[in-house]
């Protein structure tokens, strides 16, 4: 069997390093808030080239802690609005409904099926205060153009770059193209802890001094409480596995990369609609997804090969029980997307062989 992602394999890779770094923080008999959040908050920050990182439970989290600290700075207040794709993972809704803001969905790109950035203007009220720009799969979406439109209307951009770990626009790395930026260190990340974990980043001194506050239970000072904050911290054993992991992140992505080349040059079945890429650098596949209409058909064949595969994401979120106030609303495209994509084998850890023999395998489908 050919895993969709083979995340022990993945482990075992950093061997024996990661059982000594875990070994070393257990010994230490510091779990928490410890020089080793610290030390991975620097090199973090450092890697994405922004000024403050912090490091968090998880991904929805670090977005919706961005969130509750602009409202707590005033700069949002209930029932303003985010912008953000419709075609995304929940956990970027969530986090805008769980701080008691309106998510405004934008459909987008059939190709590169990131938020189409031509659509984004008609959205604009007087309530909306951001864009929550999502990297979906990896790939950087059209930075340039986005942030010409937020400093147009005065509006933040938040990213989302739980799936970009590492890519690059124009020189620069996600989480350093907006105001402020969240991450997930889920263990199938391209940079994954052994458990949740999570991180914001940003250039904004006050907007990092009131996330770290709210994460600690609305703590800056011990037993003084500034805000209604809550409990969401990176604890010791992850920060420690993560730094390991990062100095090997850019080395891992280019593997993921070598790996795509390969589908996108050799994938012939004209069943098949493989991902468009406009940038390399700007993408660090996350997850190579493919389209087809036949998508459930081709996910039996390919199990019968022995091949693995997932689908990101069965059930767009507007048709989501959690949100029926959007179930008779339509966005054709993310519907589209969300019927036919699926999402094929990718990890650093894959052999030559494994890639061929999916390769091979779509080919031969028909």
Known sequence: MIKFLDIKRITESFEPKLSQEVMRVINSGWYLLGKEVERFEKEFAFYCNTTHCIGVANGLDALTLILRAYKEMGIMSDGDEIIVPANTYIASI???SRCGLKPVLCEPHEDTLLIDESKIKALISPRTK???????????????????IAHNHGLKIIEDCAQAHGAIY????????GDAAGFSFYP???IGALGDGGAVVTNDKSLATVVKAIANYGSIEKYVNQYKGINSRLDEIQAAVISLKLKRLDYDNNRRKAIARAYI?????PEIILPTVKDWDAHVFHIFPILSKRRDELQQYLKLQKIETLIHYPIPPHQQKAYKEWNEESYP???MIHSQELSLPISQVMTDEEVSSVIDAINKFN
């Open 170 to 177: 124009q020189g620069k790395r996600v989480g350093n193209l």
């Open 265 to 269: 040059d050799n994938i012939k079945n």
């Open 94 to 96: 969530l986090a805008v």
């Open 130 to 148: 951001a864009i929550m720009v999502v990297h979906l799969y990896g790939q950087v979406a059209e930075m340039n153009v986005i942030g010409s």
């Open 188 to 190: 199938g990340k391209n």
């Open 333 to 335: 495209i993310t519907e």
